[in-house]
Structure formats: C-alpha cells, structure tokens
T-cell receptor
Framework: GAGVSQSPSNKVTEKGKDVELRCDPI?????LYWYRQSLGQGLEFLIY????????KSGLPSDRFSAERTGGSVSTLTIQRTQQEDSAVYLC?????????????FGDGTRLSIL | AQRVTQPEKLLSVFKGAPVELKCNYS??????LFWYVQYSRQRLQLLLR??SRESIKGFTADLNKGETSFHLKKPFAQEEDSAMYYCALSGIAAGNKLTFGGGTRVLVKP
C-alpha cells in the first residue's frame, strides 16, 4: 500500500471490554512501532517489533496491553478489560530498517473512546 | 532516561515573520534528532532530521550538543505552516524508539 494503514479509524466501547487494533505497515518495512497519543501525556512509545527479534515491550503501561506481529507484517494491539484512561489515539509507525536514524512513517491512528 | 522538552505549547506569528520552535533534550550518548509535523486532519509526518542537514519547506534545524538543543527555524512563516510540531529523539541507548516532546502548535496569521 501507499502508507501505513490502521483499522478501525474510530472505536467506541464500554469499560471492561477487550479491543483489538490493527496495523498494516508499509510493504518491506521491517520495524513496526506502536505509540499512544493522549491528552496530558503527549506521544508515548508502547512497543516495537524488528524482524524476528523479541519485541521491545518496555512502554506498555500494564499487563492488559499486548501486541503481536504475524509473519513480520501485520500487527495487532490488544487491550483487555479496557479502562477510561485507555482512551487515546493509538498510532502505528513503520520504518524500512532498524536503527536510530531511520525515519518512521505513521498511520492515521485509531481513536479509542472508552465509555 | 531520555527526555525532550518543547517549552512553548503555542506559537502565534504573522505571515512573513520569522518563527523558531525550541527543543531541548537530555540523553546519555549520541542522539538522533527529528522534527515531525502534523497538519490539520493529516497524519504525523517527518519534517526533517539532523543527520540529513537539509532544509525542508524552508525549515532548518541545527543540533547543538553543547546546549543540548535542536531548535527549528524558518525565516518567513507561511499560513500553510500552521500545524502541530513535535521534536523527537532516538538513539541506541534509547532502544532506537522515538521519545517525543509535548509538541508546539504554530498558528500563522495572515
């Protein structure tokens, strides 16, 4: 595709429900990142995947959050037993290689609202 | 731990005036610095990175390791520059993930 694709674009759910957010990175990009953008917290790193290496989960805020990346391509971020403080825009990004100087290409994000 | 600080939340300038967005960082090691921009109803996108030492859309940014700063500058602001700007840092010691500043909203008035 032309860019990073995320779905759904908007998700409204009740507190306590589980949600799954999907990210389809740019074809051929080996590194994939998840960030969260919320009021008062700015843009926060959550998790990233690079090739077949173990993911860096250091930014996940609690054990209710998990993510996987299948076949080195599509990634799913799962939030279990959602809380109101999980309301935010969840952004996915990919880069062609792993490295500190690699530019990251962002998707449009999923706006998650917990009622 | 690494940190990026953008002291101005809002910067309002008139068209044709110079604009400077401040960014300061703390990092143990050799950082990679970036400026990302988000125009209204568009996705976050890379504006420029220090390693490229280039000018994009008239913007430049110089990495000053002595002052740990990476300020973004443009000599003559245009209305289409109105957007949200984020300074970001990466590096090996940071696990190659981006740490963002809080962002500066720029409003260019006609």
């Amino acid at each position: 595709g032309a860019g990073v694709s995320q779905s759904p674009s908007n998700k409204v759910t009740e507190k306590g429900k589980d949600v799954e957010l999907r990210c389809d990175p740019i074809s051929g990009h080996t590194a994939l990142y998840w960030y969260r953008q919320s009021l008062g917290q700015g843009l926060e790193f959550l998790i990233y995947f690079q090739g077949n290496s173990a993911p860096d989960k250091s930014g996940l805020p609690s054990d209710r959050f998990s993510a996987e990346r299948t076949g080195g391509s599509v990634s799913t971020l799962t939030i279990q037993r959602t809380q109101q403080e999980d309301s935010a825009v969840y952004l996915c990004a990919s880069s062609p290689a792993w490295g500190a100087n690699q530019p990251q290409h962002f998707g449009d994000g999923t706006r998650l609202s917990i009622l | 731990a690494q940190r990026v600080t953008q002291p101005e939340k809002l910067l309002s300038v008139f068209k044709g005036a110079p604009v400077e967005l401040k960014c300061n960082y703390s990092y143990s090691g050799s950082p990679e610095l970036f400026w990302y921009v988000q125009y209204s109803r568009q996705r976050l996108q890379l504006l420029l990175r220090h390693i490229s030492r280039e000018s994009i859309k008239g913007f430049t940014a110089d990495l000053n390791k002595g002052e740990t700063s990476f300020h973004l500058k443009k000599p003559f602001a245009q209305e289409e520059d109105s957007a949200m700007y984020y300074c970001a840092l990466s590096g090996i010691a940071a696990g190659n993930k981006l740490t963002f500043g809080g962002g500066t909203r720029v409003l260019v008035k006609p």
